[in-house]
């Protein structure tokens, strides 16, 4: 038999899960209890203990255990080496989940292999996208990753038989999250979120650990945060303190033989709520935004719930009730969200099987979700294309642009936040689009498509409509913004010189203008290749004549340029534009063996042909094979026309009789080899 879904709160400090069966929701107990902490704690044997033992464990062995991993998941850095193993947020997350798992199956009688995971609305594509890796390590399909006030809502509200739009303040251990919804019988909307994943009860309980770290730092005149084993006691001992001010006016706090001595402080819950006020007074921040963004103010809002074991705190009941009205408190405020998420399973996975059911519910995305680009000497800006608060699932696209001539690749680096500029964002993913054919800035045309699913994780892709060819990438996001930079560019320039007769005042100029060109590749460190084509119509001869010097490292280049010298291969003259120059361009463009690299051409003659034919022969040539040539030759005749309609950039070579200056002609080169903005 085919167990039932299940829903899950994964929490930072607990987590729940919940069973919807036969029209009713039930807890699921682990270990006799509907709570289990999320705590993760490995014996010297290797043996794994989940929930509260490995809670009351990591009191005495701190470093072996993991608490509050929901706290970095997603940020792809933190790790933690346990005797000889290294664990990473996920791995935690997968072990907390499939002891759930277990507890859910034998609780129900069958095997459960599915589950509504939720996540604080709060949290990023990141942390949403290595939760369901997570799920998906445990041994579950993961159905749909579920806000977590969305869940609370739903819980709140299926079959109240009343319109309303309520306001969840959700405060748990390690994240807050605020959401608006508009309900309608059991269809749930959300009309606007906000939070702070990095907000929750671990933050009061950690004020209060810092109070009596510095009373117990005074009195035995020691370093106590170096202490491990102590900062741990001191944690739990605040953590209750905490739990019995939301009872109590006051609370003692006793720890005997603790570095020596002993610790013995009264706590009242005015000093308790003179630390928290700050924290509070952030949620409260958050509230009034949420507002402001949902078009409503707190007379608008039939019903404040609160969710999360935070919500026990009075001052939190007091302040939402100055800010918005008095709140509604659920039964088991630990409960709601893992309750929600247990009906929305239910829901996905057999729709039909409750009368109660089907629901309806929409969710909208946290952050402004978008790319970076460029607009004048700016490289950083945040361009938005799913603005915050926008209805999921849903897709969009925008068009960019290449930023410079010839820009063969563009970095699509996706961000998600608040601010103007990326670096003030969280970069969620990337990847390079590669492959444009050499063109003019502002040619190419540049389509990125957001696609936002259910789960509110993320697509994107990226496609380049270009008159010379379409190009389509399947994407595969690089989760590390370091991993997305350029790495050293990869190309071959390979030059065709003309050696006739007439290049006599400019041969020199050339072959010194090449070598200081050669010098400042390397000087570069670009991962570049030099290549030289020269050519000639010998006496007496209709067909060209031409070396090849493959090409090498810019080092070999500097011999093969020393014995470029005028008439070595004839001397009447090098006329590209006419016929007999075809098979020329032909030859050169052959020398280019590897497409997988840039491939740039340098035309250098000052002598041209005009054969309408030719041209265009040469020109299909040059645009078929994907070359970018850039000319010093002669203006207003085929030389220029050649340069311009594959992208490159042309220089007159009268303009510097006897001395030819590759300056300028290397600083469009490198930006060609290095650019990679979207405008």
């Known amino acids: ?110 095997q459960v292999t599915e589950a509504v995971i939720t996540v604080p609305a709060y949290f990023n594509n990141n942390q949403k996208r290595d939760t369901k890796l997570a799920g998906e390590a445990a041994g579950f399909s993961v159905l749909q990753l579920l806000p977590e006030p969305t869940a609370a809502a739903i819980s709140y509200g299926l079959d109240k038989g009343k319109d309303q739009t309520i306001l969840v303040y959700d405060l748990g ?102 630390m928290v006020t700050p924290l509070i007074d952030r949620t409260i921040a958050k509230v009034r935004a949420v507002l402001l963004a949902a078009k409503l103010t707190a007379n608008d809002i039939d019903r404040v719930i609160l969710v999360g074991g935070s919500t026990r705190i009075p001052l939190v009941k007091q302040r939402i009730a100055e800010a918005v009205k008095e709140p509604w408190i659920a039964d088991r405020v630990d409960e ?122 993320l697509t994107v892709r990226a496609s380049c409509n270009h008159k010379r060819q379409e190009l389509t990438l399947d994407v595969n996001m690089i989760s590390s913004e370091e991993d997305l930079r350029p790495h050293a560019p990869q190309a071959d320039i390979f030059f065709l010189i003309d050696t006739s007769g007439s290049m006599g005042r400019e041969i020199e100029g050339v072959k010194k203008s090449c070598l200081t060109f050669a010098k400042q590749v390397i000087d570069a460190g670009v991962d ?44 009447m003259g090098c006329y590209i534009g006419n016929a007999n120059t075809v098979p020329v361009i032909d030859a050169f463009l052959k020398a280019f063996n590897d497409k997988n690299r840039l491939n740039i051409g340098i035309l250098i003659s000052d002598e041209v042909g005009n054969d309408a034919n030719a041209t265009k022969q040469i020109l299909n040539l040059l645009q078929t094979s994907g070359i970018c040539l850039h000319v010093v030759g002669v203006k207003s005749s085929c030389h220029e026309q050649l340069a311009k309609s594959t992208g490159g950039q042309f220089w007159n070579i009268f303009d510097s009789r006897g001395q030819i200056d590759f300056s300028i002609l290397l600083s469009a080169i490198a930006t060609e080899i290095t650019s990679l903005a979207l405008r």
């Open 1 to 110: 038999m085919m167990g039932y879904p299940i829903g899950i709160d994964l929490g930072t400090t607990n987590s729940v899960a919940s069973v919807w069966r036969r029209g009713t929701l039930e807890a699921i107990p682990i270990d006799g209890r509907t709570i289990m902490p999320s705590v993760v704690s490995i014996r010297a044997d290797g043996t794994v203990l989940i929930g509260q033992t490995a809670k009351a464990r990591a009191i005495s062995e701190p470093a072996n255990s993991v608490v509050s991993a929901k706290r970095v998941i997603g940020d792809g850095k933190t790790t933690w080496e346990i005797l000889g193993h290294t664990y990473n947020p996920i791995d935690i997350s997968a072990l907390i989940l499939r002891r759930l798992r277990d507890a859910a199956t034998a609780h129900i009688g069958s």
């Open 173 to 274: 251990g390690g994240t807050f999250d605020v959401s608006v919804l508009k309900v309608e019988g059991n269809k749930f909307q959300v009309l606007a979120v906000d939070g702070d994943f990095q907000l929750g009860g671990d933050d009061f309980d950690l004020l209060l650990a810092t109070y009596l770290t510095e009373k117990l730092s005074s009195r035995t005149r020691s370093d106590v945060k170096r202490d491990l084993l102590t900062m741990q006691r001191l944690k739990e001992a605040a953590e209750r303190a905490k739990i019995e001010l939301s009872e109590s006016d006051e609370t003692q706090i006793t720890i005997p033989e603790i570095m020596g001595t002993s610790l013995d402080e009264t706590i009242s819950r005015d000093v308790f709520q003179t």
């Open 336 to 457: 709601a969200v893992a309750q929600g998420a247990a009906i929305v399973a239910g829901y996905l996975s057999s729709p039909d099987v409750d009368d109660r059911l089907p629901i309806e519910f929409s969710n909208v995305t946290a952050f402004n979700l978008g790319v970076r680009a460029s607009s004048g000497n700016d490289r950083d800006l945040f361009n938005i294309l799913i603005p915050k608060n926008s209805a999921i699932p849903t897709v969009t696209s925008q068009e960019f642009t290449t930023y410079q001539r010839n820009q063969s690749s563009v970095e699509v680096a996706v961000f998600q936040g608040e601010k103007p500029h990326c670096a003030d964002n969280t970069f969620i993913g990337g990847f390079h689009l590669a492959g444009i054919p050499p063109a003019l800035a502002g040619d190419p045309r540049i389509q990125v498509d957001f696609s936002m699913d259910d789960s509110d994780l």
């Open 528 to 571: 570049c290749r030099l290549g030289l084509m020269d050519f000639d119509l010998p006496s007496s001869s209709s067909s060209y004549r031409w070396e090849i010097f493959d090409p090498k490292e810019p080092v070999d280049f500097t011999k093969a340029i020393s014995v470029l010298r005028v008439g070595r291969l004839g001397g």
